[in-house]
């Protein structure tokens, strides 16, 4: 298969930006955490997004292995200085980062944990991003932060843990659910709103993943983008 030439590279890709994570040093970060620099980050498909830190996830066989966020622009040191950056500034004052990002944003829909999660202590900046009239969608796979955002769109694949997937099949609705899918995986365990053919710079395997009805049409390259579908919005 195509692509299988990487599955060495691929059970490192988590790892690999976890340890670029934790080795910024603190006055870098620092020095990144200004107002008068981007909190938004912006992209072909999803528009503008909050780029979030990978530490704040809670990743899957899966999703450690073919993560997105760990490959491509994504991926450059910049990027991932940002990430940890804005995390920072979330803490410090949600207020401003949700009225600078609502600012930005320009009236189109924010994209939340472009890269990264979202964690629940995250609710306090998107409350803000609603009273300052903002508009989001996003995805999880942390269940204690769809608790507080039930909203988010929630991702599962095949190595998800069974208490995780009892869980969104009893309380998040079809709406809500989503399903990441490598070629060798089977079909979802109950119904879902999007599935995603794993896709990424280092990670193309669209083409071998069996197509479904329920497949994002952007990924299958149907659409131009996610506002194009809205579907996940």
Not at 142 to 170: C, E, G, I, Q
Not at 188 to 203: C, L
Request: proline share 7%.
């Amino acid at each position: 298969m195509a692509g299988e030439s990487n599955a060495q590279v691929r059970p490192r890709l988590y790892e690999r930006r976890l340890k670029k994570e934790l080795s910024i040093p603190e006055e870098i970060v620092r020095a990144r955490m200004r107002w008068d620099f981007p909190i938004l980050s912006e992209n072909s498909k999803c528009s503008v997004s909050l780029d979030l830190p990978i530490i704040n996830c809670k990743p899957t066989k899966a999703c450690s292995e073919v993560c997105y966020a760990c490959q491509g622009r994504q991926y450059y040191r910049r990027a991932i200085i940002k990430s940890v950056a804005v995390n920072r500034m979330i803490e410090e004052d949600p207020e401003r980062v949700a009225r600078k990002m609502v600012d930005e944003a320009a009236g189109r829909e924010i994209r939340l944990a472009g890269s990264g999660e979202i964690l629940p202590e995250h609710k306090t900046l998107v409350d803000y991003i609603e009273k300052c009239h903002g508009a989001w969608w996003g995805f999880t796979r942390r269940v204690d932060t769809h608790k507080a955002l039930p909203r988010l769109m929630f991702s599962t694949d095949a190595t998800t843990p069974a208490a995780v997937l009892d869980y969104v099949a009893s309380e998040v609705p079809v709406s809500r659910r989503a399903y990441l899918r490598h070629p060798v995986d089977p079909p979802p365990p109950f119904e879902v709103a999007v599935t995603f053919p794993v896709h990424g710079s280092r990670t193309r395997y669209v083409e071998y993943v069996t197509q479904e009805e329920s497949d994002c049409p952007s990924v299958r390259h149907e659409v131009k983008g996610c506002w194009a579908c809205r579907r996940c919005y």
